[in-house]
């Protein structure tokens, strides 16, 4: 037997349900930082450069992410096979 809920909500709402924390505030903060830092680059090898300094731990942060992601996505599948059928 499958059964399917569909959930009609908004981001926030999901948020809310979900119990995760309210980050707005700190993301426009990092976005102000980011704009405005931005403004003074001249040169593409200049925004490549800071563009690896403001990311999270850098290019190891985004593997880190990558991995994470990946491992959610295949423990997902896995579970989807088991116990599908009566007696697993």
């Known amino acids: 037997m ?7 909500c908004t981001p926030e709402e999901a948020r809310r349900f979900m119990g995760l924390p309210d ?5 426009q903060a990092y976005m102000d930082a980011i704009t405005k830092a931005m403004q003074g680059v001249s040169s593409v090898d200049q925004l490549q450069e800071y563009a690896k300094n403001l990311a999270p731990m850098g290019q190891f942060g985004l593997k880190l992410f990558q991995n994470f992601m990946e491992s959610g996505a295949a423990f997902t599948e896995g579970a989807k096979g088991k116990g599908s059928k009566p007696g697993e």
């Not at 499958?2 to 009609?8: A, G, L, M, T």
């Not at 980050?23 to 993301?27: F, Q, R």
């Open 2 to 8: 499958k059964v399917h809920v569909e959930i009609d």
């Open 23 to 27: 980050v707005e505030k700190a993301n």
